[in-house]
């Protein structure tokens, strides 16, 4: 079953050595993503299952002790997901989970063992929510942190350029988001996603599938787009 959810944006900008002297400018949203955490271990979960976009190579499962780097952005930084070595041979993170376990090293999570998942871009819909639906299956209480971006074309200077469709589409994940609304959610346009760079759209579905008749509530703790890009963070308790 499903016990809690936090959903957060994916960004190595949130390690403070990446982003060097713009890192104050995002210490709202590290603020709220701690918060965010504490609401997932107050929920007591027996295991906490990280999803997020990867490409190819970083897609499945990822165990506990699974290791990550920031070292492709110029940054000397290491992190694991969760206590552990890992096993010889395993894939490194994708950059949404190394950011996860950025965050969970952080907040020294030890409430429950930890996993990752990484999930294709182009999933589409109703596979992202069956794979919620398996992950909430059975009797234990799960925890899942949602890693991913809204779009990434909110002005002429974000990533993507401005698409004049990006903020309306921002706008209805943030509120299903804050409402735990799992139809809005799976409802989300899969090609508009695509258009305006929303790389949280399916870990996003992922959530909805899980989250179907658990009788969560939501809360919005962040919602801004600096840079150009829409971040937001939620909690479903």
Known sequence: MLAAAAVCPAPPLLVPEVAAGAAPELDP???????????????RPERLLVVGPADRDGRGPHPQGS????RGYGVDVDV???PGSGAPG????????????????????????VE?????????????????????????????????DGSACRTLKAPGYLDERAAGFDA?????????????????DE???????????PAWQVLAGAGEGAGLDGRLLYDDAPYGVGYFVATWS
Do not use: H, K, N
């Open 29 to 43: 949203l590290r603020t709220a993503c701690s918060d965010a955490l504490g609401v997932l271990a107050a929920a």
């Open 67 to 70: 290791a990550g780097s920031f």
């Open 80 to 82: 694991r997901l969760g």
């Open 90 to 113: 395993m894939p490194e993170l994708p950059p949404s989970l190394a950011v996860a376990a950025w965050l969970l090293e952080r907040a020294r999570w030890d409430a429950s063992p």
């Open 116 to 148: 990752g998942l990484g999930i294709g871009e182009p999933l589409a819909a109703d596979r992202c929510a069956e794979t919620g639906r398996q992950v909430a299956a059975g009797a234990e209480r799960v925890a899942l942190l949602i890693m991913g």
């Open 172 to 188: 209805e994940a943030a509120r299903a988001l804050a409402e735990a609304d799992t139809a809005a959610l799976l409802g989300l």
């Open 191 to 201: 090609e508009l996603a695509y258009e305006v760079r929303a790389a949280g759209r």
